[in-house]
């Protein structure tokens, strides 16, 4: 779609074209009116030069449509000259959740193909809308101006950023009764079946399947040794001290659920206001972080009073509670306290003790997502 609209010269030069015209005619100065007609005239030649199609064809894409927060996210526009004589010259914009990002297009020759790319901001998590983008193509001496459509409008979608940290503390497991355990090798959590080959242990035979397909169907069984991680990410506003800290959070709960779900840990993410619950049994591959990073890129802070998230008994075993410096610690440590291991990471601006202790519950403090990572690394994870 293309739409010609006037410069502001452009109108500068009507408003004064028509009243020299009116007033030559009216004094009877022919000089003046042929000034006003000329400069009408001269912005008729401009609307003129850009109502015609403009000589080039354009092509938008952007790359990729998921991306980490700070991430690299590229647009690209291509453009081939269709005019056999003339240069052409444009000045293109794109929008990018609802705010301007100018591209630098340079001087298209004749015949000639460009490819230009620009960064697309990534600072913001969430669903971005990018586009549309829209090209302006100047006319004669900047009189007038065709602004043209191209691309459609994309979604990218921003999730929050994946920081290095190593995992989780080995061999803790809670067992049925609530009883703290360390089992080195069985489990009993059935979490897959394939076919058996020489050397299994019969045992492990599902006998069911095997009799329902005619083919022998050993059991795969939940390592007790790997622990359970389940995370509570505190979103409610009034729990941070400042705006970003929320974001620091986040990434916290993203890093740490990444890890346990690329080490075949069975993770559960859960928020205090219950926006996002997501469960991911043992063995899941690192594809499956994606619909936690989904999740959490969609998460909007809560308003109103924070409340506890109370978790099952199933879930207690490593217990990672994230919030910021004005949550209710207390409730928080309670319930990181029910976990064989409790852990409390707290975003805070002011934080001076960076690891220490309350009971049996680890207490982490950092200002920066970064910081609390690596307290983690140093005090829980072994």
Known sequence: MTSVRLTA???????????????????????????????LALVAAGVVSVLSRAPVAPKRTVRP????????????????GTSRRFPVVFDATDEVAGEPVPVDIPLLAPRQRVKVEYPIPTHTRGLLRVGPLTMSRRGL?????????????????VVPRVLPVRGLP??????HVGADERVERGGTDLVGLREYVPGDDLRRLHWATSARTGTLMIREDADPARPHLAVVLDDHVGSYAEAGDLEDAVE??????????A?????????????????????????????????LADLKAAEGP?????????????????CGSRADLPALMLEAGRASVGVVLTVDPAAVQPISAVGSVVVLRNAKAEGLLDAWNTAVSR
Request: aromatic share 4%.
């Open 65 to 80: 449509r998921t991306v980490q927060r700070l991430g690299a996210c590229t647009g690209v526009v291509e453009l081939t």
């Open 306 to 322: 924070a409340a506890s998230r109370t978790l099952p008994i199933r879930d207690l075993d490593v217990v990672a509670v994230v």
């Open 263 to 295: 080490e075949g840990h069975p993770v559960r993410l859960v928020s205090s206001s219950g926006a996002v619950d997501v469960e991911l049994p043992a063995g899941a591959v690192d594809a499956d972080a994606s619909a936690v990073l989904a999740a």
């Open 9 to 39: 010269r452009g109108w500068g030069a009507v408003l004064v074209g028509v009243p020299l015209v009116g007033l030559g005619l009216w004094w009877r100065y022919p000089g003046v009116a042929g000034m006003g007609v000329a400069l």
């Open 252 to 261: 916290v709960a993203a890093s740490l659920v990444t890890v346990a779900i």
């Open 170 to 175: 080995g061999g803790v497991r809670r067992g």
């Open 141 to 157: 001496v900047g009189l007038a101006h065709a602004r043209t459509v191209v691309g459609d409008v994309v979604e990218v979608r």
